[in-house]
């Protein structure tokens, strides 16, 4: 999907929908020729009222100016907030598609403009709606072209990044809804090489023979209970002579079967999901080689492997010594990712970093604490949570700040090896957490627990229920473009 910034006569043009969003309250004219006429006069028999996400569909009688209408109600202009607009912009997309338009013109009508916040956020609605999964025969196709009508200085740069980020999120969101015998460690890693070359991006991958060499033990001990190779892949984009430097981590598990300690088998099926992470971290990278933020170095970090019942497969009681030195008394082998990460966060050590942040479907206790609404941010470090914080405000992709105290430290030590991999059912996601602090030597570092966000996560116009919803790139993003 192409998103341009339009002139305003577009609206009146033949295309085949004209989009206006529209506010409560009095309106005395509207464009789209006669079709827009017709929809003023219905506004004013309170027909359509423009209340928030409510819809209404005019078709032309004759082949003059649009051949159909759409009005989206945004509410009272003082009211509508990013999110709604970014709602709008999937009703839209989503509509174009049942009417089969393949170009869209957007403005506003009433009260309703767009500022340089809201523009993007409707131009991110627009690219997540035309997500379609790869591997099936879509069953409509999105708009290929959408024009927008705003007066916001620079709007085509605004709408660049709209349609990075919704490009980034939806290669997250590709990657895992792709099944496990498909979107393999071999996958990821192709899959990131391929975005690394396209953006002129540093790219390593480590596999298992310079896993071993390296001595990381923690992503070796998953990997034994399967036959797909481990990767450790890295990508680098370096402005040069950056200022700041920041890491991103995602978890990679294509596949979690919770090996010996093996899961039920009741939506087993889910766990292809458990390398949301890595997705979200391969996406984001996309944006940031599309968009190239100014002074801030960004390098990502992936794990990836899938945890099977082997006949080598690492077991309960094990005790695995990770690339830190560190050693972990194995308690359950579905607590798999912090093994992994444990050698990922290590590695993210070595770039001194100002800060490292993980994305990872950890733990099935946050989607408990707290639901699908928002990721648990897991940070010791207040400046980097309020970072995140306001990003999550500015992004709609929200966070709730979990707590991180010493005794959830203290629950993971281990008789037999430096920490345990699990602490048992109470504070979960706080143990979890604590788990990964210490591979990262003091580093400011803020762990995202985005189990309950990933798939069928937030219910939103433009996430569908039951697929992947790409959570975390346009979160993270805006944090590093507003490192300052």
């Known amino acids: 999907m192409r998103l341009t910034a339009a002139k305003s006569n577009a609206l009146d043009s033949n295309v085949p929908l004209v989009v206006l969003l529209v506010t409560a309250g009095k309106t005395t004219s509207l464009p789209g020729g006669t079709l827009g006429e017709r929809a003023l006069a219905l506004m004013g028999r309170k027909v359509f009222e423009a209340g928030m996400r409510e819809t209404l569909v005019l078709h032309a009688e004759d082949r003059s100016g649009p051949r159909a209408l759409l009005l989206i109600g945004v509410g009272a202009a003082r009211e509508a907030t990013p999110d709604d607009f970014r709602r709008a912009g999937a009703i839209a997309i989503k509509e174009a598609a049942k009417l089969k338009a393949d170009k869209v013109i957007v403005g506003t009508g009433g009260k309703a403009a767009f500022s340089a916040e809201s ?7 627009a690219v997540l709606a035309g997500y379609r999964y790869s591997q099936k025969k879509p069953t409509s196709a999105p708009a290929k072209s959408v024009g927008i009508v705003s007066d916001v200085k620079g709007a085509a740069s605004v709408l660049k990044t ?5 490009e980034g999120a939806n290669i997250a969101r590709d990657l895992g809804d792709m099944p496990g015998n498909v979107a393999t460690p071999r996958h990821l ?27 990381y033990g923690g992503i070796l001990a998953v990997n034994q209970g399967t036959s797909e190779m481990p990767y450790l892949v890295e990508m680098d984009y370096n402005p040069g002579k950056a200022k700041h430097t920041i890491c991103v981590v995602g978890k990679g598990l294509t596949f979690d079967s919770g090996g010996i300690s093996l899961k039920p088998s009741a939506k087993m099926e889910e766990m292809k999901y458990d390398m949301c992470g890595a997705g979200a971290t391969i996406g984001l990278m996309h944006a940031v080689a599309t968009l190239k933020p100014k002074n801030t170095r960004v390098i990502a970090i992936v794990g990836t492997t899938d945890n099977m019942p082997g006949p080598s497969a690492y077991k309960p009681g094990d005790v695995v010594k990770t690339g830190s030195g560190k050693t972990i008394e194995v308690i359950n082998t579905d607590a798999e990712g912090r093994v992994v990460l444990s050698d990922c966060l290590h590695h993210a050590t070595k770039h001194k970093p100002d800060a490292i942040v993980d994305m990872a479907t950890l733990t099935g206790a946050i989607l408990i604490a707290i639901g699908s609404e928002a990721a648990g941010l897991f940070c010791r470090d207040d400046k980097l949570a309020a970072r995140l914080q306001e990003s999550a405000e500015r992004t709609g992709e929200r966070l709730w700040r979990m707590p991180t105290y ?16 699990s602490a048992g059912r109470e504070g979960g996601s706080s143990t979890a957490a604590a788990f990964l602090f210490e591979f ?20 939103r116009d433009y996430n569908e229920d039951g697929w992947a919803t790409g959570y975390g790139v346009r979160l993270v993003y805006d944090m590093i473009a507003n490192w300052g």
């Open 119 to 125: 523009l993007q956020a409707f131009g991110e609605g």
């Open 162 to 166: 709209a349609m990075a980020l919704g």
């Open 189 to 215: 890693k192709t899959r990131a090489q391929a975005i690394a070359k396209k953006g002129e991006l540093k790219f390593r991958a480590m596999d298992r023979k310079a896993l071993e060499k390296a001595g």
């Open 406 to 421: 010493d005794v959830y430290t203290q629950a993971i030590k281990s008789k037999f090896g430096d920490i345990s991999n």
């Open 440 to 459: 990262t030597n003091g580093i400011p570092h803020a762990h995202i627990d985005i189990a309950g966000t990933a798939w069928n996560g937030p219910k």
